[in-house]
């Protein structure tokens, strides 16, 4: 788990919209590299996001994204540096909003252990 997380807030995306591709670079003259993350989120209307400025406010935040896979193993984006939120798009095909996130990241996004994932359940606050 990042250090420093005090909450976490789970919301529904809808999972046929989901894409989080990395790219690894790297700088041939001085030998330093770095991996840019990008995805885009279909996020269903929610108690915390049920409109445009709410879903506008989010673009001030930085982030640590947390994808929970069908196989139960969970993903985090943006451990280091945080991810943020670049566009906000109110979408009535996906019944609330598509985002679009950024990472740039030292080292790929990694799974976490099974002493993560209950730590990151441990933190979940109800986000409704």
């Known amino acids: 788990m990042p250090a420093g997380i ?4 789970r919301f529904e995306v809808k999972n046929t919209a ?3 591709i990395e790219t690894a670079t790297k700088d041939p003259v001085t030998m330093t590299g770095n991996k840019a993350g990008v995805g885009t989120f279909a996020l269903m209307y929610c ?7 709410d879903a506008q406010a989010l673009l001030d935040g930085v982030f ?3 994808f ?11 451990a280091v540096n945080g991810a943020e939120i670049i566009t906000v798009v109110e979408s009535t095909d996906a ?3 598509l985002f679009t996130l950024n990472t740039f990241e030292p080292a790929f996004a990694y799974t976490l252990s099974a002493a993560g994932v209950t730590a990151y359940n441990a933190l979940i606050v109800d986000a409704a």
């Open 95 to 97: 019944q609330g909003f």
């Open 64 to 66: 640590n994204v947390f």
């Open 68 to 78: 929970e896979h069908n196989d139960g193993q969970i993903t985090v984006a943006g």
């Open 47 to 53: 108690e915390r996001i049920k409109n445009l400025a």
């Open 6 to 9: 005090a909450d976490v807030y």
């Open 18 to 20: 989901d894409n989080f």
